[in-house]
């Protein structure tokens, strides 16, 4: 079970680090992504890690300005979001799975663990 948190209304430039925490579940050897969907689009990929950990991927959108990283420690993924913009403004889901293939990352449908999602506004 993954549980996102994190989000809030925030004003254009400015930064926020979104969390998810496992159900105390480790987190070696697991893939982590970030997705999101904003009102009346579909959704997109927006990072991931793969499951050694040492491979991350953005989309076009935010790289450069967002940071996939985990705390195996703490069985917590996070998304830093920095010089963040209105366009990213959605709701931002954490995703997991063990089994998935590097070439598969981007794709939502691979990912058998998803988190409740959690809303980040950003105004203008």
């Known amino acids: 079970q993954l549980q996102a948190s994190g989000g809030g209304v925030v004003q254009a430039g400015e930064s926020l680090r979104l969390s998810c925490a496992t159900s105390?579940?480790?987190?070696?050897?697991?893939?982590l992504g970030w997705f999101r969907q904003a009102p009346g689009k579909e959704r997109e990929f927006v990072a991931a890690?793969?499951?050694?950990?040492?491979?991350?991927y953005y989309s076009n959108s935010v790289k450069g300005r967002f940071t996939i990283f985990r705390d195996n420690a703490k069985n917590t993924a996070y998304l830093q979001m920095t010089r963040l913009k209105p366009e990213d403004t959605a709701v931002y889901y954490c995703?997991?799975?063990?089994?998935?293939?590097?070439?598969?990352?981007?794709?939502?449908?691979?990912?058998?663990?998803w988190g409740q999602g959690t809303l980040v506004t950003v105004s203008s």
């Open positions: 995703v997991a799975d063990a089994s998935i293939i590097t070439s598969s990352l981007g794709n939502a449908d691979a990912y058998g663990y």
């Open positions: 105390g579940r480790t987190l070696r050897g697991v893939a």
């Open positions: 890690s793969s499951r050694t950990g040492g491979g991350t």
